[in-house]
């Protein structure tokens, strides 16, 4: 079974920072894909980075510049999240897309982290 944890959410003001991770654990043969989400209350959940195989990262426009994401090791994900604002407050969530060491795909998703933007 594929797991997903995220860590590091937490309560920052505005313009501070954060770093959030993210753990990969199980049966895997190779991850292909690894990304960051978030959704906000009474919104839908929204990409914030992408991160493919090849190494190319895509983010949101609503955070380019100010967070950047980076695979520190095969099986976790970092996001550094700068120059917070209040509308970056959501739940963030890692999915990761690969495949098993036995057979078949996954697609797998944490279970969020909760990060609020507040004075």
């Known amino acids: 079974q594929v797991q997903v944890v995220e860590s590091g959410g937490g309560l920052v003001q505005p313009g501070g920072s954060l770093r959030l991770s993210c753990l990969v654990s199980?049966?895997?043969?190779?991850?292909?894909?690894m990304g960051w989400y978030r959704q906000a209350p009474g919104k839908e959940r929204e990409l914030v980075a992408a991160l493919t195989s090849g190494g190319t990262t895509n983010y949101s426009d609503s955070v380019k510049g100010r967070f950047t994401s980076s695979r520190d090791s095969p099986r976790t994900l970092s996001l550094q999240m700068n120059t917070l604002k209040p509308e970056d407050t959501a739940v963030y969530y890692c999915n990761a897309v690969g495949r098993r060491a036995t057979a078949g795909l996954f697609n797998a998703w944490g279970q969020g982290t909760q990060v609020t933007v507040s004075s």
């Open positions: 199980g049966s895997i043969a190779s991850i292909n894909a």
